[in-house]
């Protein structure tokens, strides 16, 4: 009778669980089907109002020409080649200066203090200085100086005052991430008979960087972005061959190319930075895991 009881406990039990999922699904459907016709609603609105304003035919004409897109994309997008390249080399040395340098700022040894006072006088000041002035005044600035083994190339020079801007911010991340690292993981490392500097190598930075991989994939993307400004000393990326196209024809839909390639690269990167993201905070939520 106790078995049959149970049993008949167990099946109740099994049979609210079942309907409490169907409820869940049938919500997730109709949130799913409002959010849908929401979006659908308002962009029919936004096209709407777009279209029927009166000076579309010219904004159609000179922003959205289908033939000058054509005929613009392919030099765009061997322009844009090269902005992937700047982007690609930039990156690694971009990390390990960023690392370098938050790693400086942590050293509280006296004999190091013009080691840390240069670091800082680093960061404050190419975080301080817009990206597009520095590679004005890296591109045109350092060949005037005539020095020996300094490149003369407009691509180079752009990437390398990317470079100096971007590694001043990820400085600060990776700064930001081993400061949040509890002491007493420090206090632990140590207990376990490992040095200072092991202590930073096999615990604190493993826990800092991946902590701090989203942001840093958010500034990538912003890296990704500002590739273009290179354009401004003269190398044939995707902006500046977008800006040959529109001075050509006087049309600007070349641009509208070059913004496509970018939202390209760009959007799958915010999402994976997203996804990231959210795994992260799942690893910290109570039973999360590892």
């Known amino acids: 009778m106790t078995a049959r009881a149970g049993g008949e406990a167990a099946w109740v039990k099994s049979e609210r669980q079942l309907d409490r999922e169907r409820r869940r699904r049938r919500a997730g459907v109709r949130s799913g089907s409002v959010a849908a016709a929401s979006t659908v609603l308002c962009a029919a609105v936004v096209v709407a109002v777009v279209v029927t304003s009166p000076g579309w035919p010219r904004v159609h004409e000179t922003f959205f020409n289908w033939g000058e897109f054509t005929n613009a994309f392919p ?25 370098l340098v938050a790693l400086a700022r942590g050293l509280r040894n006296p004999l190091f203090f013009p080691l840390r006072a240069l670091a800082v006088a680093y ?31 407009p691509a ?37 008979g490992l040095s200072k500097a092991q202590s930073l190598r096999f ?10 991989v989203p942001p840093l994939l958010n500034d990538f993307a912003s890296l990704q972005k500002d590739t273009a400004l290179v354009a401004v000393l003269g190398p044939l ?3 500046r061959q977008a800006q040959i196209h529109s ?18 690269l760009t959007v799958p990167m915010a999402r994976f930075t997203d996804h990231l993201a959210a795994r992260a905070e799942r690893r910290r939520a109570p039973g999360g895991g590892t």
């Open 75 to 99: 030099d765009v997008l061997r322009g844009f080649w090269l902005n992937v390249r700047i982007f690609l080399i930039a990156e690694p040395v971009i990390l390990v200066l960023g690392l």
């Open 123 to 153: 960061t404050d000041v190419f975080r301080g200085i817009p990206t597009i002035l520095l590679v004005y005044l890296v591109g045109f600035g350092l060949p005037a100086l005539r020095l020996q083994g300094i490149p003369d190339s």
């Open 156 to 192: 180079v020079l752009g990437g390398f005052a990317l470079v100096l801007s971007y590694g001043a911010y990820v400085a600060e991340v990776f700064r930001a991430g081993i400061d949040s690292i509890h002491p007493s993981q420090r206090a632990a490392a140590r207990s376990l």
């Open 203 to 212: 615990v604190v930075l493993p826990q800092a960087v991946r902590r701090v």
């Open 237 to 239: 990326e995707a902006l």
């Open 247 to 264: 001075a050509t024809n006087f049309n600007y839909t070349p641009y509208l190319a070059t913004a496509v390639l970018f939202v390209a």
